[in-house]
């Protein structure tokens, strides 16, 4: 069974400065490297951690390293989705009997403390998946290829505390086909589904989920009917699906982006227009509205509560991959509400801006 997401690869250009950025403005931790030297020829690994979130940061060493295939597809990037499995060798013949395409057959890394098995199948794009069951020592990465780093001075503070889902976009015409893969190959169940219009763009979503609730993806995909939008953008800058954001949850949002910001982050301003609606589109709420619109946080319902939401601006070079911040008051569903109310705050602040002949 897939229990969660156990960590997220990133194939990067250049590791070090990437786990810099993400230790310094997000408050990841460095705690264990993997090279060359241990045991993973032509790359160079960094294991970044926060609450329960782990990101391997890696960078090629050679040209014909898959890292470096992928950076010059598709620039920096989540290239490995790594979930936990309570038996990675039977979960990874089940995907493959039921469609998946095998990447690698499984394997085990063990030490006296510890005894990982790993084993990769494809996913969508060039992303792929690798299943981890562990036992042991739940801080020992890959024992006897991963080697750890001496604590690091600077306590984190654990912000963010799991990937609360991840965002996809792909191509239009592949979001039914994937979605079905996803059921049939992983046992995954479509638990939302939604056709977004904002303006003259539209988009396709659809949201699955492991059995364990522990995984959740929302795959978007463009409508071509309409005008090109932000999903065409993500698959024409990144070359192909692929993911567009990791969201990660926190117990208080507005502490986790104040902090945050001090720190160096840098989000998306949301137009005051938005908020002077908030009480319009979700009703009577206990939240701080002063406080939503000093943060820029972004706030929706559903039938089982609230969600709030920030995103991060995109530090890609391509400007495709960013992150948001997540907190959940009993919400199932991702926000998508937000998506036609920010729409509709900048046309509001434009009307009038065009008003005042500014």
Known sequence: MITGIDHVEFYVGDARQASFYLCSALGFRLCAETGADHGRPGQRSLLLRQGGIRLLMTSALTEDAAAARYVARHGDGAAVIAFGADDARTAFHEAVARGARPVREPAEYADADARVVVAEVAGFGDVTHRFVERHGDREAFLPGVSRHLAPDPEEGENLLRLVDHIAVCVPAGEL????????KAFGFTQVFEEYIEV?????????????????????????????PGQIDDFIGRHGGAGVQHLAFLTDDIFTAVGRLQERGTRFLTTPGGYYDTVTDRVGATDVDLAALRRHHVLIDRDHWGEILQIFTQSMHVRRTYFMEVVQRRGARSFGSGNIRALYEAVERDSARTAQAGV
Not at 176 to 183: K, P, T
Not at 212 to 217: D, L, R
Request: glycine share 10%; hydrophobic share 35%; charged share 15%.
């Open 176 to 183: 039914d086909a994937i979605v079905e893969h996803y059921e």
């Open 199 to 227: 303006g003259a763009q539209a988009m396709n979503s659809k949201v699955v989920q492991s059995g364990s609730g522990g995984v959740t993806f929302t795959v978007l995909e463009p409508d071509t009917t309409h005008a």
